[in-house]
């Protein structure tokens, strides 16, 4: 089992940038699927992206564009790079692991069994 520690979030105005990471330790991500999902406000968690074993990525529809993705598999970290945020993009963001997962990655929570306890992010208008 990693254990994961998210950082990165705050308040930004609506068009700003944010870069989250998500620390890893207790065993390497090289053999981990690392995924991002949020939660907003009163609302359930949802998937944001992921990235598998091999680099492969996908993203949540509304992100497309904006959000990237990375993992340094020396720093053991993987990365959300947040661009032109959104209000409605305001949630708190967790990191998750799949332990040996699937190509393409899942974007499904069940998939994942190690979580962050989450990282706040809040986009003024």
């Known amino acids: 089992q990693v254990q994961l520690v998210e950082s990165g979030g705050g308040l930004v105005q609506a068009g700003g940038s944010l870069r989250l990471s998500c620390a890893a330790s207790g065993g390497s991500i090289t053999t981990y699927t690392m995924g991002w999902f949020r939660q907003p406000p009163g609302e359930e968690r949802e998937f944001v992206a992921a990235v598998s074993r091999n680099g492969g990525t996908d993203y949540e529809d509304s992100v497309k564009g904006r959000f990237t993705i990375s993992r340094d598999n020396v720093q053991n970290t993987v990365y959300l790079q947040m661009n032109n945020l959104k209000p409605e993009d305001t949630a708190r963001y967790y990191c998750?692991?799949?332990?040996?997962?699937?190509?393409?990655?899942?974007?499904?929570?069940?998939?994942?069994?190690?979580w962050g306890q989450g990282t706040e992010v809040t986009v003024s208008s």
């Open positions: 998750a692991g799949d332990y040996f997962g699937p190509f393409p990655p899942s974007t499904l929570q069940d998939s994942y069994y190690d």
